[in-house]
């Protein structure tokens, strides 16, 4: 787990190391084992003052796992230096692919799946994606045909952003890390879908100018400017399958050889253990193959229940290093204000509070690799959301014959409710959290919020959408939007702000297509989610904590909201420079707890991303 960076310039302008160095000083972070810089053909140390007249200039913060010796560092050379990788993430079918490669008369230097991503490009080429089986985001400098190759991992674990101007193109795994090649200013559809959603709902960044590489993609530019954007993998085959004991049985193997293969480190390795099925499952999977494998859980004062106990037990069954964390309400204001000044983009999901606290917690106990279970909810269909569980109001709207619905537009209902009846993709925007109302409020133009909703909506619906089962269009959604951009980016923010690697094995590739080749009505069943996943996880865990009521990490901003008001209102002044249209004092009038805490994330982000940079602020002409 790393941070990669990179520039490749198209007027013929030498790459500026100093340049280069600041986006990679806004990594540090992300990799404090090693840092270098590629200029041209040259390997250097970043530090060194060399003067170059390459239009390529490549960055790498390393975190060791994989291979801790000097010869794996990046950015890693390749064909007689013809072929250059900065690469971020682990390839878990790296062994596989090398001994394949080893038949083709390929040679290996390290044991790093590093030089096995280069091997692979070397032989297959752009195609060589369509063998890894991992989470990585990586770019790939072609020296022989003049480009730069990038891709993405096909859930989008690994971000990469991009900035492509006149004269340059510029990629970093952070958005804030290329904000400062220009003026950082604010996306201002970004901006509300965050509002709409507590994250950034679109393929855009929260900067302008600044461009997310979307899952599954991959990224061609060579030294004209051109690019080139392909899409390369997507889930196709639905309902293949009638689940039966050979199915479960099938699943069990799987489960086992894929949280195996994830515990592959040279470091030590732990988990989040929430005391639910995701968590636990792969604690149950994963503990009795490491030496000694810790565990993390936290509780929140104040609430009535709370899942240590049901973690607690989990932990004794399979013998971890346990430890649980009780997060009080000042605690929670504290460790939300360290969370938000560790990221890159706004988010007002309350779990950024205990992941930030139990990444600080493994890293102080010396572990590098977090396990995770995100993910099992959007492959397995774990969300209330799924079942059909809908208000009466909902239910007999659309109950209305086809005649009827036609004339929607015409009824006097509100636009959220007139969107979540009339598609899949404007019902799932508004189903995860956010406010509609705060984001009309704070609006200029009455009509700007429904053209965004609907834009975001075009943005992530399917091309095939009507062949596909209504349980799994809601699945893909959330895969495609909700797992990327809030689930995946919350826990690399957080993991990484502490320099810890997050691995999240319910999202093996091999893995998501056995799910969802299942008959959908398999993953719910008499009303219960995840129930393919749940006769697997019985087998270890116990009918107890498969059954019971679900309850996660997030917390109740409510109550914080209420126990901190003061503080929280307070901050919200700053938000007049974002929206300098709005009188928030206004809006805060007639707020709810959730809208002021959704307020208060994104002042806290603003306000520290106009912190004062350390190092020398870079303009476009110099970059």
């Known amino acids: 787990m790393c941070g990669i960076a990179g520039i490749l310039r198209f007027d013929d302008t030498a790459i500026d190391i100093e340049a280069l160095q600041t986006i990679l000083n806004k990594l540090e972070h992300r990799g404090r084992d090693q840092h270098h810089i590629k200029l041209g053909s040259k390997h250097i140390q970043s530090h060194s003052q060399i003067s170059s007249t390459s239009e390529i200039g490549l960055g790498h913060r390393r975190l060791s796992i994989i291979d801790l010796h000097e010869s794996a560092a990046q950015p890693m050379s390749y064909a007689d230096n013809k072929l250059w990788l ?83 193109f510029a990629f970093s795994s952070e958005s804030k890390a290329l904000a400062h090649l220009s003026e950082h200013k604010l996306n201002q559809d970004a901006l509300f879908s965050y509002l709409l959603s507590m994250y950034v709902l679109t393929n855009d960044s929260i900067y302008s100018g600044i461009k997310k590489l979307k899952p599954g993609h991959t990224l061609t530019i060579n030294t004209h400017g051109q690019i080139f954007i392909e899409k390369y993998w997507s889930i196709n085959e639905f309902n293949k399958n009638i689940i039966d004991n050979s199915h479960i049985e099938y699943l069990d193997q799987l489960l086992n050889v894929t949280i195996k293969r994830q515990l592959q480190s040279d470091v030590p390795v732990g988990s989040f253990l929430s005391g639910g099925i995701d968590s636990g499952l792969i604690t149950a999977l994963a503990a009795p193959h490491a030496k000694q494998f810790h565990t993390y859980s936290v509780a929140y004062e104040g609430m009535r229940e709370n899942e240590l106990p049901h973690a607690r037990q989990i932990a004794e069954r399979y013998h971890t290093q346990h430890t649980e964390i009780m997060i009080t309400a000042s605690d929670a204001m504290q460790y939300l204000n360290k969370a938000l000044a560790n990221m890159s983009e706004p988010i007002a999901d309350p779990a950024i509070v205990a992941t930030y606290m ?15 279970g995100t993910g099992g909810d959007e492959i397995f269909a774990g969300y209330t959301r799924y079942t059909g569980q809908l208000s009466l109001k909902r239910r007999l709207l659309l109950s209305l ?194 809208e002021i805490f959704i307020l208060y994330c994104l002042a806290k982000w603003y306000e520290n991303i106009n912190k004062p940079v350390n190092s020398n602020r870079i303009t476009r002409n110099s970059v």
């Open 401 to 594: 014959p086809k005649v009827i619905k036609n004339l929607l537009p015409l009824l006097p209902i509100d636009f959220k409710l007139k969107s979540r009846l009339k598609h899949i993709s404007l019902d799932m925007i508004f189903s995860t959290g956010g406010s509609y109302l705060l984001a009309q409020s704070l609006a200029e133009h009455k009509n700007y919020l429904p053209k965004l909703v609907k834009h975001i909506a075009n943005e992530f619906t399917l091309v095939n959408q009507k062949q596909i089962p209504l349980l799994y269009q809601q699945m893909l959604f959330d895969i495609h939007a909700y797992l990327p951009e809030e689930l995946l980016f919350l826990l690399d923010q957080m993991t990484m702000a502490h320099t810890i690697e997050g691995r999240v094995p319910l999202l093996d590739i091999d893995l998501v297509k056995y799910a969802f080749s299942f008959t959908a009505s398999h993953h719910i069943a008499n009303g219960q989610t995840k129930a393919i996943l749940k006769q697997t996880a019985s087998r270890y865990l116990g009918n107890e904590a498969i059954y019971r009521k679900k309850q996660g990490f997030a917390g109740s901003p409510s109550w914080w909201v209420k126990h901190n008001y003061d503080e929280f209102v307070s901050s919200l002044s700053v938000l007049n420079d974002i929206l300098p249209s709005v009188k928030i004092d206004s809006v805060i009038k007639s707020a709810n707890e959730n």
């Open 86 to 168: 900065t690469y971020n993430g682990e390839i878990y079918n790296y062994l596989e692919l090398k001994s394949f490669l080893k038949s083709k008369s390929y040679s290996f230097k390290t044991n790093s799946d590093s030089e096995v991503i280069l091997a692979a490009y070397h032989y297959w080429g752009k195609q060589c994606v369509h063998h890894l089986n991992g989470m990585f985001a990586f770019a790939i400098w072609d020296e022989n045909a003049r480009q730069l190759f990038c891709a993405r991992d096909q859930l989008g674990i690994k971000p990469f952003y991009y900035r492509l101007q006149d004269k340059y």
């Open 358 to 372: 139990l990444a600080e917690r493994a890293s102080q106990d010396g572990v590098k690799v977090l396990l995770n």
